[in-house]
């Protein structure tokens, strides 16, 4: 069963940048996997950030469009998410997830729909200070 580990986060201050990584193993990508970023802030409930396919087809949430971007190594097996101009308000524990049901979620437009993912990281914590 694929498992994912995130790694990166960390203290910045606000207009720095960061990137995440999220390590999937256990795992052979096939078409219609997706990987995707989320994040919870305190007090807040768990939102979407980010999302890639096997093919590479992206789409993020709201808050993060333009400021954002997620990539994947050529194996598939890796994803980032480069974050700059970051603000306070993206302070959160940052969450990495799996879909390898295979769903094609981003096709179907739920690519930022957490209950579908079944294979969840334990978090990074990034802190943007004013």
């Known amino acids: 069963r694929v498992q994912v580990v995130e790694s990166g986060g960390g203290s910045v201050q606000s207009g720095g940048s960061l990137r995440l990584s999220c390590s999937a193993s256990?795992?052979?990508?096939?078409?219609?996997?997706?990987l995707a970023w989320f994040r919870q802030a305190p007090g807040k409930e768990r939102e979407g950030v980010a999302a890639?396919?096997?093919?590479?087809?992206?789409v993020y949430g709201a808050g993060v469009r333009g400021r954002f971007s997620i990539s994947q190594d050529n194996s598939k097996t890796t994803v980032y998410l480069q974050m700059n101009n970051l603000k306070p308000e993206d302070t959160a524990v940052y969450y990495c997830?799996?879909?390898?049901?295979?769903?094609?979620?981003?096709?179907?437009?739920?690519?930022?729909?957490?209950?579908?993912?079944?294979?969840w990281g334990q978090g990074t914590e990034v802190t943007v200070s004013s």
């Open positions: 997830a799996a879909d390898t049901a295979p769903r094609y979620l981003l096709l179907h437009g739920r690519g930022l729909a957490q209950e579908v993912y079944h294979a």
């Open positions: 256990k795992y052979t990508p096939t078409s219609g996997d997706t």
């Open positions: 890639i396919d096997y093919d590479g087809k992206t």
